[in-house]
């Protein structure tokens, strides 16, 4: 569904620990200024990117439901081979694609503090009756490494993915039993069609200015 205009918000600067880090970094986040040119420039490239790579997650649930079947998929499911997109000379360098959500699945997608900011944005608009932002951009800036420049989009739930997503009694035995199996501390379940699901999310980094 097409919404409004990307809408990209200005405030203040966040700081906290990453909580799935090892050694923890600082980490401060910050909304990019939606004045920027480089602003307007990433969540353009973000959000084609991210409509790409969520038109690739439908298709691949799709297909793996239509040919290897629903249980075989759990093990499967998504995209483990979706690399970022080859590097162009003076353009912004995607260096990480994620999906992450307040309930995860899989352990390694936990949300970390600028993820939750973006997160917790989201949800104050949907729980306010708005139609959440199309895409948020944030800067991350971390001790010692490049200026990381994140595009979040909000992703939705459709009937397909109640099969795995869904309340936990309706789901098929063969695939409680594999979420078990592969995935003890799911959260990802309970979910209706077309509730929010998460945030896919590209990471940049900026060319070297000359
Ligand atoms: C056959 C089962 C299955 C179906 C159907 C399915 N998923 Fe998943 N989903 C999984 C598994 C397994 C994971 C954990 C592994 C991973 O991150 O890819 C997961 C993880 C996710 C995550 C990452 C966050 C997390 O919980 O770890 C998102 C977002 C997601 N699914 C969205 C969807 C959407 C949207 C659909 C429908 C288009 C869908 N899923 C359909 C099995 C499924």
Redesign the pocket.
């Known amino acids: 569904m097409k919404t409004m205009l990307c809408l990209v918000m200005a405030c203040g600067v966040g700081t906290a620990l990453l909580a799935q880090d090892p050694q923890p970094a600082e980490l401060k986040f910050s909304w990019a200024d939606e004045s920027e040119p480089t602003t307007t420039e990433l969540a353009r490239s973000g959000e084609r990117l991210i409509d790409r790579i969520g038109g690739s997650?439908?298709m691949e649930?799709e297909r793996?439901?239509g040919t290897k079947g629903?249980e075989a998929?759990?093990?499967e499911?998504?995209?483990?081979y979706l690399n970022p997109p080859r590097p162009v000379e003076g353009r912004p360098r995607v260096t990480e694609i994620r999906?992450?959500?307040f309930?995860?699945?899989?352990r390694r997608?936990a949300p970390d503090a600028a993820d939750l900011a973006a997160l917790e944005l989201i949800r104050a608009s949907l729980n306010s009756g708005e139609q959440p932002p199309k895409v948020l951009v944030q800067k991350v800036e971390r001790p010692r490494a490049a200026t990381e420049w994140r595009v979040y989009r909000p992703?939705?739930?459709?009937p397909?993915?109640l099969?795995?997503?869904g309340p936990v009694e309706s789901l098929q035995p063969a695939?409680r039993n594999a979420?078990e199996r592969?995935?003890p501390e799911d959260?990802?379940t309970e979910y209706s069609a077309y509730d929010w699901?998460?945030v896919?999310r590209v990471s940049y980094e900026l060319p070297e200015k000359p």
């Open positions: 997650l439908m649930v793996m439901l629903l998929a759990v093990p499911l998504h995209l483990k999906r992450t959500s309930r995860v699945r899989e997608n992703i939705s739930v459709g397909n993915c099969l795995c997503h695939v979420l592969y995935y959260k990802a699901r998460g896919i």
